[in-house]
């Protein structure tokens, strides 16, 4: 009898030793997406934090405008809000992959990878993807909770970072073009995975991540570099339509992955304009 692993808010937040993520967790049934609804409570500044869960989403959405799906109770699929959020999004986009790279490396029992910028792999195939996404908000001038209630200025940066895991999926679960590039948690590890569990440590990664980037970016980046598929290797991209070839040298916290071009030069390349080809 498989141990029953619902997602409960209760269950995920108790004696969460973070400082900062999952001080609010919210758990939907069925939703379009996570990434949605953690934005919608960026209207009042005292959910920084807020950490939202579903179960299924109508309408999840990928890096690149792609559909995210994935069938009830497969994954762990959330979104978490951080209001004022001080990292360049680069460094940010590579903090989250590291989090979330060793959170899931202690679930599967080995080391995952990163491939550039944030997508998180277990034994050479996709099981986890990331979606960073930022904007400014206008909160009522009289908002209680709105710590810049006092000042002109009533905008204010919001971060939300959508995580979707993939759990119990069998391989057939997957679409056909999909079966030799993506995997799940139960398909590296032989056996069920506890997304209870998993959900506990990946918050509490985070949390310390997120810290450790505003202290010290350099162990950000030796760590995302440590784990990368890309450095050291031959790299082709596609960037703002046009297509570059090199060799990968490096990762930059303000302007992403760093190509020595094979057609003489070095080039950086931000995540935001750019799909890795090859
Ligand atoms: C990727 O393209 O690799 C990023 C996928 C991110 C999917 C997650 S699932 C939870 C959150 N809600 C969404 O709509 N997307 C993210």
Redesign the pocket.
Known sequence: MPRDDRLDPDRISVKLKTRRIGRKVLVYERTG???DIAAEYARNADHDGLVVFAEE?T??????G?Q?QSPYGESL???LLLIDCTLASELLSLTCAVAVAEALGTVAGQRARIKWPN?ILLAGKKVC???VESKRVVRPPDSPCSPLRATSDKRRDTTVI???INCHQSAESFPPELRDVATSLDLVGGARCDRITLARRTLASLDQWLRTAEENKERVIETWSSLSTQLAQRVTLSYNGRTFTGHCIGIDPANGLILQLDRGGVRMFDAAHTTLLK
């Open positions: 997406s996570t990434n989403q309408a999840g959405r990928g890096r690149t792609a995210w699929l959330f979104s997508d993807g990331i979606l959508g995580i979707g």
